[in-house]
């Protein structure tokens, strides 16, 4: 099946962007939206627009970003990515801080949370009267469909807390309406030294050498402090996170997860992805894994955007997910 896209002199997919560019507009902290003009399901009714497979495009893809290291020029790279390739989407960015995962409590992050919380609820709820007219000539009500794409350990950790907080005031409103997952350089293992090198990339790197030198041992020293009270049974874990991830109270079994990672991610070891992805298939989702050789973590798409973004492009539309064809064993 052929994807129905361009692509763009960076590799990702090409199509119009609104002129002028309409920003993403903030809710609260380190969380913005972007809404079109015309709404995915609204522009779907109005010109029967939608993918040559017959699946119409999302109408909310969530961002969760990485701890540290996304920065506005990065970010921007994946929304951009995301608004050519389904431009009528509604677009929620939730950025990780470091306070989420050190200082606060899951209470207080999904405090934090609201704001995108709120927006998630109204965009995968319709209104009633809204029905879409297929070639058939059948009439059917629009169903919004949902992206979450996440990035490392910070984003997991985001994308849980998110999940948990709309479950707890509209049940099973995102599980019922999502229908990809992304799982971007995640997850990983308990290493402290592959945490530590997570960690310290929300170290400014353009610091001088001293404000660096401080930044680092502080981040050291939380790190170390995180792990001490993980390993204690005080904290939540790395492998609760990974088991969290993996029950089907929060995401559902229904959507389709794609994992995409790197055989050269210091922070995140390609065994350690693969083993999740094989429990998840165990629990009956649908899994396929895309593996990138060279790029860092969470910059897969400088080595190959044109893979990258054929890769969810495909899973979204239904096509069969790529598996690694006799490279199971890094």
């Known amino acids: 099946m052929t994807l129905p896209h361009t692509e763009g002199e960076d590799g990702s997919p090409e199509g119009p962007l609104p002129t002028p560019p309409t920003p993403l507009v903030p809710l609260g902290n380190n969380i913005f939206l972007f809404e079109p003009s015309v709404p995915s399901a609204a522009h779907d009714k109005i010109s029967g627009s939608g993918s040559a497979s017959g699946c119409p495009p999302p109408s909310l893809i969530i961002l969760c970003t990485w701890l540290g290291g996304a920065t506005t020029p990065r970010v921007a790279k994946y929304v951009e990515g995301y608004r050519k390739a389904f431009p009528d989407a509604t677009l929620v960015l939730v950025r990780t801080v470091l306070t989420d995962i050190s200082a606060r409590s899951f209470a207080a992050v999904r405090s934090r949370l609201r704001p995108a919380r709120d927006a998630i609820i109204k965009a995968l709820q319709p209104p009633p009267t809204t029905t879409r007219t297929t070639e058939s000539s059948t009439t059917n009500p629009v169903i919004p469909q949902a992206l979450l794409h996440m990035f490392s350990h910070g984003g997991c950790n985001t994308a849980i807390q998110l999940a948990l907080s709309i479950s707890e005031v509209a049940g099973t409103l995102l599980c019922d309406h999502l229908r990809q997952i992304v799982f971007d350089c995640c997850p990983g293992d308990t290493s402290f030294a592959k945490a530590f090198n997570a960690a310290a990339l929300s170290l400014p790197a353009t610091s001088s050498a001293p404000i660096r030198a401080l930044g680092t041992a502080a981040v050291f020293a939380a790190v170390a402090t995180i792990t001490a009270l993980q390993k204690a049974g005080f904290m939540s874990s790395v492998n609760d996170m990974r088991r969290e991830l993996n029950k089907p109270t929060l995401f559902g079994t229904a959507a389709r997860r794609l994992y995409l990672f790197s055989r050269a991610d210091r922070m995140v070891g390609p065994a350690d992805v693969q083993s999740h992805a094989q429990l998840a298939r165990e629990a009956g989702c649908e899994v396929g894994l895309v593996l990138f050789r060279e790029a860092p973590h969470c910059a897969l798409v400088t ?28």
């Open 303 to 330: 080595e190959d955007a044109t893979k990258y973004w054929h890769a969810i492009q495909g899973c979204w539309m239904g096509e069969s997910l790529p598996q690694l064809n006799g490279e199971s064993k890094l």
